[in-house]
C-alpha cells in the first residue's frame, strides 16, 4: 500500500511518500511562506522520483484538510482531490491538529495530554485536546476556534500537566504559560506530512479512505477577504 500525503494548513507545506511495508520512502518539507501553489506539484513530483515510484502506482492520497491558512488549505485540498480522481484511488483526509498531536504523542509517550494550538491570525487560534495512550492521540473533544485568553483560562482551570505545540502555541506562549502547560520544541510549530503519511497507512489498513468529492477544508472560519467585505458592506450601505 503506498500512499503520498499532503501537508498545506502552514507556511511550512511538505509532501511525503510511504508505504506499509518500509514506512516513508521520501520526504519534502518547504518553507516558502504561502506559496503552496507553486511548491506542492512540484514536490510530488520531487518525492515520487526520490522514491523511485510512480505518480500512477500510487493506491491513495492523504491530505490535511485544515484547520489553517485558507489558500494553503484550498491548495492542499484540490491538489489532492484532482490526483485521486486521475488515478482512481481513495482520499484519506486529516485534521492539522490530529497530526501535530499524533506528532507529539509518538515523540513524548510519558505525557498524558498535549494540546495543538494553530495561530488562526486576528487574535484567535485553533485547538484541541488529546489524551495520549500508548503513542496514540486520541481526541477528548472538538476542534475549537477561541482567543488564547480563553484557552488559557480552560487549562488553568483544569490545572493538569499538558503539553501544547503549533504556530499558535509559539506566538502566544506568553499568554499561554499557565500552571501546568509547556510549549513543544520548534520541531512541532507545523504539523509534518510523513505523520500525515504515518496516519493515512493506519487508516487504510482499517478499511478507511474517503470519495474524494466529498473532501473539502475544514476552515473553522469564514476566509479573512469574506469577513473584510463584511465588515466593510454595512458602513458602505451607511455611506450611500
Known amino acids: 500500500m503506498r500512499v503520498l500525503a499532503l501537508e498545506s494548513a ?15 520512502l521520501a520526504s519534502v518539507t518547504l518553507s516558502h511562506g504561502r506559496r503552496h501553489a507553486e511548491s506542492i506539484a512540484p514536490a510530488v513530483r520531487f518525492v515520487c522520483d526520490q522514491a523511485q515510484v510512480p505518480v500512477g502506482a500510487l493506491d491513495a492520497v492523504a491530505v490535511d484538510v485544515g484547520p ?8 492542499g485540498v484540490a491538489s489532492a482531490k484532482a490526483l485521486a480522481f486521475g488515478l482512481g ?16 504523542a509518538a515523540a513524548l509517550p510519558g505525557v498524558a ?17 488529546y489524551r495520549v495512550e500508548r503513542g496514540a492521540a486520541l481526541p477528548e473533544g472538538d476542534e475549537v476556534r477561541r482567543t488564547p ?12 500537566p499538558v503539553v501544547l505545540a503549533g504556530t499558535g502555541a509559539r506566538r502566544h506562549h506568553g499568554v499561554l504559560a ?4 509547556s510549549v513543544a520544541g520548534a520541531l512541532y510549530d507545523h504539523p509534518r506530512a510523513e505523520v500525515v503519511a504515518a496516519l493515512a497507512l493506519q487508516r487504510l489498513s ?14 473553522l472560519r469564514e476566509a479573512d477577504a469574506r469577513i473584510n467585505w463584511e465588515r466593510r458592506a454595512p458602513r458602505a450601505a451607511a455611506e450611500v
Open 113 to 129: 495530554r498535549v494540546v495543538p494550538v494553530i495561530d488562526a491570525r486576528r487574535g484567535e487560534v485553533f485547538a484541541a485536546r
Open 89 to 104: 484511488v481513495p482520499v484519506v483526509a486529516l485534521s492539522s491538529l490530529e497530526v501535530l498531536a499524533q506528532a507529539l
Open 149 to 160: 485568553e480563553a484557552l488559557a483560562r480552560e487549562l488553568a482551570a483544569r490545572g493538569e
Open 206 to 219: 482499517a478499511g478507511a479512505g474517503d470519495d474524494p468529492r466529498t473532501v473539502v477544508p475544514n476552515y
Open 68 to 75: 489553517g491558512l485558507f489558500t494553503g488549505l484550498r491548495v
Open 178 to 181: 499557565v500552571r501546568g502547560a
Open 10 to 24: 502552514t507556511e511550512a507545506a511538505g509532501v511525503a511518500l510511504a508505504d506499509d511495508t518500509s514506512g516513508v
